[in-house]
C-alpha cells in the first residue's frame, strides 16, 4: 500500500503529521462555473494542474494533505459564504466560522493556533496581528481587495493570501446602475417624502439617463462592465485609466482625469486603494465637473474626500451622489455609522439626493457564492498541492498532480530569500533523490521553489527538511507527500 501524505512542517512547529490512509482523488483545485439557469451553480471537479483532464485511461491524481486532515485549524471571519465553508469543510479540516469581524485583541488569540484564516474587508491583518500567527500558512480574502493585509510581511514570512479580484464585477456595475437610475429621478428623497407621509409629486430636475454621459474613472473589470450596461441604456461613455485599454462597445477613452470631470454627467470611480488615488475626488475636481453633475463611488472610500463633496453638494454643483464605501467602517451592523467614526457622518446624512449604501457593492447571492467558491478552492490547493496560482503576494507557481502510481514521491516546498546560489544548495540536499518535475519564480525579494522528487521514504523526508530548515536563505519550507 502507498505511503500515507505527510507534512514536514517549517521550524515553527517541527510536526510530522499522519494523513488518512485513503489516497481517495482531489477534488478541490479548481472551480467550474456552470450556467444551465439564471442561478449560478458552482462544482469543484478533479484537475490535474498544467496537464489535460482525466481520461479513463489515465491514472487519477493523488491527494496530498499537509497534515492530518483534522490538524488543520480554519479561521473564518465577516460571514463567509456557505459555499466556501462546504469546499474547506469537506476536506476534514477543523472549520471555525464566526459572522463578524473581531477585536485586535480577540483576533490575536485566535489567530495563534490556525494554519488558515478567511476575512473579507473589515478584519484587519497588519504586522501585528501577523507576528502572532506562528501556524499560519495562508489567508484567503473573500473579496476583491487585500489592502487589509499587510501582503508585504506575509510575503516575507511565507504567508500566501489569496483573493477573489473578479466574481463581484457584475454585482457592482448593476449597483451603478440602479444608483445612475436613483440619482437622476431623485428616487430616494422621494421615498423618504412618502414614508413620512408627504406626496411630492415633481419632475423638475428629474432626467431620464438615455443620451447623458457616463465617465468611469478606472476601465478594469467592473467598469468595462458597467460601460456595455450603461449603453445598452442609450447612455454614451468615456473613460479614464492610467493605461490604454481597448474600449468596449462605442465608448472612449479620454487622456486626463479632467476630460472626465468636464464632459460626464454622472461620474463613477472604480479605483484601488493607492497613494495616487486617495482623495482622487476632492474640491479641485469638484470644481471642474458639470454643473448638475453627478458622482457614485463605489470603489474605496478614500477616493473621495467627503467634506469636498458635501461643500459641492450644498452649493449646487454636483445635484447628487452616491456612496458605498467611507474612509472608515464600522466592524459589523449597528448604529455605528455615527460623527464618533466619521466627523461629518450627520452633515453627509442631511444632504437632498445623496444615497448612502454599507459597502454592499458585491453583496448578492451570487457574487458571495462566487467569492466563496473560488476562494476556498485556491486555499484547498494551497494548502493541499502548494499551487500558489492566484495568490497576490508569492510567486504564481503551479505543477501538475502527482498521481497514485507515484506512491513513493514527495512534493518539496521551499520559500526563500532571493538570494544568489539557492537553487545549487536545494538541488545538492535533493541530489540523492530522482527529481521528477522542479519550477522556481520569484516576486521581488521572495522566491518560490517546488520540486517533486521520487523513490523517497519517510526517513529520507525528515532528513531532506533539516537540510532544507538548515539553510539560510529559508523563509518556509513544506514537504508534502
Not at 519517510?458 to 532544507?468: F, G, M, R, T, V
Amino acid at each position: 500500500m502507498a505511503t500515507p501524505a505527510q507534512d514536514i512542517a517549517g521550524s515553527s512547529n517541527k510536526l510530522t503529521r499522519t494523513v488518512s490512509h485513503s489516497l481517495m482523488v482531489s477534488t478541490s483545485p479548481t472551480a467550474a462555473f456552470h450556467t444551465p439557469s439564471p442561478i449560478a451553480t458552482f462544482h469543484s471537479p478533479p484537475s490535474s494542474f498544467g496537464g489535460p483532464q482525466l481520461s479513463r485511461t489515465q491514472t487519477a491524481p493523488k491527494q496530498l494533505k499537509p497534515f492530518d486532515s483534522q490538524d488543520i485549524k480554519i479561521l473564518l471571519l465577516e460571514n463567509v459564504n456557505q459555499s466556501g465553508k462546504d469546499i474547506l469543510s469537506r476536506q476534514g479540516y477543523q472549520v471555525e466560522s464566526i459572522k463578524s469581524s473581531l477585536p485586535e485583541a480577540e483576533l490575536i488569540e485566535k489567530i495563534r493556533d490556525v494554519h488558515v484564516i478567511g476575512i473579507r474587508s473589515k478584519t484587519k491583518l497588519n504586522e501585528k496581528v501577523l507576528r502572532e500567527a506562528k501556524n499560519l500558512i495562508v489567508v484567503g480574502c473573500f473579496c476583491i481587495g487585500t489592502n487589509q493585509v499587510d501582503l508585504e510581511y506575509a510575503a516575507r514570512h511565507g504567508i500566501a493570501v489569496f483573493n477573489s479580484p473578479f466574481a463581484n464585477s457584475r454585482s457592482v456595475a448593476e449597483l451603478v446602475i440602479a444608483e445612475i437610475i436613483v440619482l437622476a429621478r431623485q428616487l430616494g428623497d422621494r421615498s423618504n417624502e412618502l414614508h413620512r407621509g408627504t406626496w411630492n409629486k415633481v419632475s423638475a430636475k428629474c432626467w431620464e439617463i438615455r443620451g447623458k454621459t457616463l465617465g468611469i474613472i478606472g476601465y478594469g473589470h467592473i467598469g468595462s462592465q458597467l460601460s456595455v450596461l450603461a449603453e445598452s441604456m442609450g447612455m454614451s461613455v468615456i473613460y479614464y485609466d492610467v493605461v490604454n485599454l481597448m474600449a468596449m462597445g462605442t465608448a472612449r477613452q479620454v487622456p486626463t482625469l479632467e476630460a472626465i470631470l468636464n464632459e460626464a454627467d454622472f461620474v463613477t470611480c472604480h479605483v484601488p486603494e493607492l497613494p495616487e488615488t486617495k482623495n482622487m475626488i476632492g474640491a479641485a475636481q469638484f470644481e471642474q465637473m458639470k454643473e448638475g453633475s453627478y458622482l457614485i463611488n463605489a470603489s474605496r472610500g478614500t477616493v473621495v474626500d467627503i467634506p469636498a463633496l458635501i461643500n459641492a453638494s450644498r452649493s449646487g454643483k454636483i445635484a447628487g451622489a452616491a456612496l458605498d464605501v467611507y474612509p472608515s467602517e464600522p466592524g459589523g451592523n449597528g448604529d455605528y455609522f455615527t460623527t464618533e467614526l466619521n466627523s461629518w457622518a450627520e452633515d453627509l446624512r442631511s444632504l437632498k439626493n445623496i444615497i448612502l449604501t454599507p459597502h454592499i457593492g458585491g453583496s448578492t447571492e451570487e457574487a458571495q457564492r462566487a467569492i466563496g467558491a473560488e476562494v476556498g478552492d485556491a486555499l484547498v490547493r494551497y494548502v493541499n498541492s502548494g499551487v500558489t496560482l492566484g495568490a497576490v503576494n508569492l510567486p504564481e507557481v503551479n505543477l501538475r498532480s502527482l498521481t497514485l502510481d507515484e506512491s513513493n514521491h514527495a512534493r518539496v516546498i521551499y520559500i526563500h530569500h532571493n538570494v544568489p546560489g539557492v537553487l545549487r544548495k536545494v538541488n545538492e540536499i535533493l541530489g540523492d533523490h530522482n527529481v521528477d518535475k522542479q519550477i522556481t519564480d520569484n516576486k521581488g525579494d521572495v522566491a518560490y521553489l517546488m520540486a517533486d522528487i521520487s523513490s523517497v521514504q519517510p526517513y529520507q523526508i525528515k532528513e531532506i527538511s533539516d537540510a532544507l530548515e538548515a539553510l539560510s536563505s529559508r523563509i518556509l519550507t513544506r514537504i508534502l507527500y
